[in-house]
C-alpha cells in the first residue's frame, strides 16, 4: 500500500513538474500570442479643437514613431515639421531590394501581432482598404528546429507546436510606410538634420536647432529618437530633463545587435536553429543568436537566404568587430554547427550592424520605464518611443504623443 502511494506520489510529482515545463515554454513561445488583436485607440474628433493653432509641432526623429506623429497631425490638420538627422527616413525600419530577388527587411522584420495591425492604424479609409486587397502576409511558423546542447547542435522538430508569428510574404515593413504613411508627411521631413539643443523655456515658443546652426521654432516638440540617443545626452534640453526621467534614462539597457545575411547554393540549414541552449533560451528575453530561413514562406523566390539575428550580450563582443571579422565569425560558428557545410556552400553574404548606426548605436532598449520616460514634460516636451521594442507598438506610441501634443492647450 505504501508503495503504491509513493508511485502515485511520484507520478503526481512528474505530472507537475512537466506541467510546469510545458507552462514556462509556453510563455516564452508565441503561438497563442501571434493572433491576438492590439488595440488601436481610437482619435477623438474634438482634439485639434482643443489645439489653438499657434505654431507648428516639431517632431524629431523620422522612424516609425515620428512618422506616426506627423501622420497623425496632418489627419488632424495641425502644422508640423520632422527633423531627422541621416538621409532617410524609417530609422530601424529599412529593406535591401538588391541582394535577392525578393526585397527582405534589414531591421524589423516580423509583425509581432495579429497583421490586422497594418489596416488599423491607419487613418484613411482607402488606404486601409488598399492594404487588405495588396498586403499578403506568412504565418512564419518554422517547421525545423535546432538548438544548441551539450557542445553540438541537436534537432528540435517539437518545437515547432510553440512558435508562430506573421511576416510579409513580398513587401516589407519599409514598403508599408513608405506606401501608407510616408505618402502624408514627406513634404514635411527635413534630411540631415542632427538635433542638438531642444529649448522649451516656459515662455515663448519651443525652439529646436541642428548641428548645422539652423533653428526651427514651433509650439511643441516631440521626441521620437531611439532612447539611446536621449540616454548618451546627444541632445541638450533648456531646461534639462526631470530627475526622474532622466534616471528612467539611465537605467535603460540599450542592447548591441546586428542582422547578418548569407545566401547558400543549398538549404542544408533547419528553417530556425537557436544558437542557445533551450535553458538560455527559456531564461532570457534580452540575448539571442539565431539563425533562420530569411525567405521562409517567401515561395516567389528559390534563392536559399540564412538569417542572423544576434541581439544583447552574445551580440556586444561581435557587433564591435570590422565587418571582415564578424562575417568570418558568423561563417566559422555556422561551420561548427553544420558540419563546415556553410564555407562549401557559401555564396554571398551583406551585414546590417546596427550598433554601427551613428544615430541608432544599437538594436533596441530592454525594461524601460515607459511611463516616466513617455510623460509629457509641461506642455510643450512630448515623447514616442519603442519601449516596447516593436515597429507597431512605436507607431501607436507616436500617435499617442501627436494627440497628447495637440491636446495641451498652449501656454502664451
Ligand atoms: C535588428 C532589429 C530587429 C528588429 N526586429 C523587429 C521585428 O521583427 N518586429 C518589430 O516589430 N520590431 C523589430 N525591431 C524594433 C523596431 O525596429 C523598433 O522598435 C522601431 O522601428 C523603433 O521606431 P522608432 O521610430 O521609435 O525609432 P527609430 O526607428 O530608431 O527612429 C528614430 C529616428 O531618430 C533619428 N535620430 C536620432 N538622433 C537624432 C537627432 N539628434 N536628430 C534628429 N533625428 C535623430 C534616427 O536617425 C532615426 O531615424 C527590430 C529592431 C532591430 C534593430
Same mark, same amino acid.
Given at each position: 500500500?505504501?508503495?503504491?502511494?509513493?508511485?502515485? !506520489?511520484?507520478? *503526481?510529482?512528474?505530472?507537475?513538474?512537466?506541467?510546469?515545463?510545458?507552462?514556462? =515554454?509556453?510563455?516564452?513561445?508565441?503561438?497563442?500570442?501571434?493572433?491576438?488583436?492590439?488595440?488601436?485607440?481610437?482619435?477623438?474628433?474634438?482634439?485639434?479643437?482643443?489645439?489653438?493653432?499657434?505654431? #507648428?509641432?516639431?517632431?524629431?526623429?523620422?522612424?516609425?514613431?515620428?512618422?506616426?506623429?506627423?501622420?497623425? *497631425?496632418?489627419?488632424?490638420?495641425?502644422?508640423?515639421?520632422?527633423?531627422?538627422?541621416?538621409?532617410?527616413?524609417?530609422?530601424?525600419? &529599412?529593406?535591401?531590394?538588391?541582394?535577392?530577388?525578393?526585397?527582405?527587411?534589414?531591421?524589423?522584420?516580423?509583425?509581432?501581432?495579429?497583421?490586422?495591425?497594418?489596416?488599423? !492604424?491607419?487613418?484613411?479609409?482607402?488606404?486601409? $482598404?488598399?492594404?487588405?486587397?495588396?498586403?499578403? +502576409?506568412?504565418?512564419?511558423?518554422?517547421?525545423?528546429?535546432?538548438?544548441?546542447?551539450?557542445?553540438?547542435?541537436? @534537432?528540435?522538430?517539437?518545437?515547432?507546436?510553440?512558435?508562430?508569428?506573421?511576416?510579409?510574404?513580398?513587401?516589407?515593413?519599409?514598403?508599408?510606410?513608405?506606401?501608407?504613411?510616408?505618402?502624408?508627411? #514627406?513634404?514635411?521631413?527635413?534630411?540631415?538634420?542632427?538635433? &542638438?539643443?531642444?529649448?522649451?523655456?516656459?515662455?515663448?515658443? =519651443?525652439?529646436?536647432?541642428?548641428?548645422?546652426?539652423?533653428?526651427?521654432?514651433?509650439?511643441?516638440?516631440?521626441?521620437?529618437?531611439?532612447?539611446?540617443?536621449? #540616454?548618451?545626452?546627444?541632445? &541638450?534640453?533648456?531646461?534639462? !530633463?526631470?530627475?526622474?526621467?532622466?534616471?528612467?534614462?539611465?537605467? =535603460?539597457?540599450?542592447?548591441?545587435?546586428?542582422?547578418?545575411?548569407?545566401?547558400?547554393?543549398?538549404?542544408?540549414?533547419?528553417?530556425?536553429?537557436?544558437?542557445?541552449?533551450?535553458? @538560455?533560451?527559456?531564461?532570457?528575453?534580452?540575448?539571442?543568436?539565431?539563425?533562420? %530561413?530569411?525567405?521562409?514562406?517567401?515561395? @516567389?523566390?528559390?534563392? %536559399?537566404?540564412? +538569417?542572423?539575428?544576434?541581439?544583447? $550580450?552574445?551580440?556586444?563582443?561581435?557587433?564591435?568587430?570590422?565587418?571582415?571579422?564578424?562575417?568570418?565569425?558568423?561563417?566559422?560558428?555556422?561551420?561548427?554547427?553544420?558540419?563546415?557545410?556553410?564555407?562549401?556552400?557559401?555564396? #554571398?553574404?551583406?551585414?546590417? %550592424?546596427?550598433?554601427?548606426?551613428?544615430?541608432?548605436?544599437?538594436?533596441?532598449?530592454?525594461?524601460?520605464?515607459?511611463?516616466?520616460? $513617455?510623460?509629457?514634460?509641461?506642455?510643450?516636451?512630448?515623447?514616442?518611443?519603442?519601449?516596447?521594442?516593436?515597429?507597431?507598438?512605436?507607431?501607436?506610441?507616436?500617435?499617442?504623443?501627436? =494627440?497628447?501634443?495637440?491636446?495641451?492647450?498652449?501656454?502664451?
Amino acid at each position: 500500500m505504501n508503495k503504491l502511494f509513493a508511485y502515485l !506520489l511520484g507520478f *503526481l510529482g512528474l505530472t507537475v513538474v512537466a506541467l510546469v515545463i510545458s507552462a514556462i =515554454v509556453l510563455s516564452r513561445l508565441s503561438l497563442a500570442e501571434a493572433d491576438r488583436k492590439t488595440y488601436v485607440p481610437p482619435i477623438d474628433e474634438s482634439v485639434p479643437k482643443a489645439y489653438n493653432g499657434e505654431g #507648428q509641432v516639431i517632431i524629431v526623429g523620422a522612424g516609425a514613431s515620428g512618422l506616426f506623429a506627423g501622420y497623425t *497631425l496632418e489627419y488632424l490638420g495641425v502644422p508640423f515639421t520632422i527633423l531627422e538627422a541621416s538621409p532617410t527616413f524609417g530609422g530601424r525600419v &529599412q529593406r535591401m531590394e538588391d541582394f535577392v530577388d525578393v526585397p527582405i527587411d534589414i531591421g524589423a522584420e516580423w509583425i509581432h501581432t495579429n497583421p490586422q495591425i497594418l489596416q488599423d !492604424l491607419l487613418l484613411i479609409e482607402t488606404d486601409q $482598404e488598399s492594404v487588405k486587397s495588396n498586403i499578403e +502576409t506568412i504565418g512564419f511558423q518554422p517547421q525545423s528546429f535546432s538548438l544548441w546542447a551539450h557542445g553540438r547542435r541537436v @534537432q528540435r522538430n517539437w518545437m515547432r507546436f510553440f512558435y508562430k508569428e506573421y511576416k510579409f510574404k513580398s513587401t516589407t515593413w519599409s514598403q508599408w510606410l513608405e506606401n501608407y504613411i510616408v505618402p502624408y508627411v #514627406q513634404d514635411h521631413i527635413v534630411y540631415n538634420a542632427v538635433v &542638438q539643443h531642444v529649448d522649451y523655456s516656459e515662455t515663448g515658443d =519651443v525652439s529646436v536647432t541642428t548641428a548645422d546652426g539652423v533653428t526651427y521654432t514651433g509650439s511643441k516638440v516631440i521626441m521620437a529618437v531611439p532612447l539611446k540617443v536621449l #540616454q548618451d545626452h546627444d541632445i &541638450q534640453f533648456s531646461p534639462a !530633463l526631470p530627475a526622474d526621467k532622466t534616471k528612467a534614462l539611465e537605467e =535603460v539597457y540599450w542592447a548591441p545587435g546586428f542582422k547578418v545575411f548569407i545566401e547558400f547554393q543549398e538549404r542544408f540549414y533547419t528553417d530556425m536553429t537557436m544558437d542557445i541552449t533551450l535553458t @538560455q533560451f527559456l531564461q532570457t528575453e534580452n540575448d539571442y543568436r539565431i539563425f533562420f %530561413n530569411g525567405v521562409f514562406g517567401k515561395d @516567389q523566390t528559390s534563392r %536559399n537566404l540564412m +538569417t542572423l539575428f544576434c541581439v544583447g $550580450e552574445p551580440a556586444r563582443e561581435w557587433s564591435r568587430l570590422s565587418d571582415k571579422e564578424l562575417f568570418e565569425t558568423v561563417l566559422a560558428r555556422l561551420d561548427q554547427l553544420y558540419d563546415g557545410e556553410a564555407s562549401k556552400q557559401y555564396i #554571398q553574404h551583406r551585414i546590417q %550592424n546596427w550598433s554601427n548606426q551613428p544615430f541608432i548605436r544599437g538594436a533596441y532598449a530592454f525594461s524601460a520605464d515607459s511611463a516616466t520616460i $513617455e510623460r509629457p514634460v509641461g506642455d510643450k516636451l512630448f515623447f514616442a518611443t519603442d519601449t516596447e521594442i516593436m515597429v507597431h507598438s512605436a507607431a501607436l506610441s507616436g500617435r499617442r504623443a501627436a =494627440v497628447e501634443a495637440v491636446s495641451n492647450p498652449i501656454s502664451s
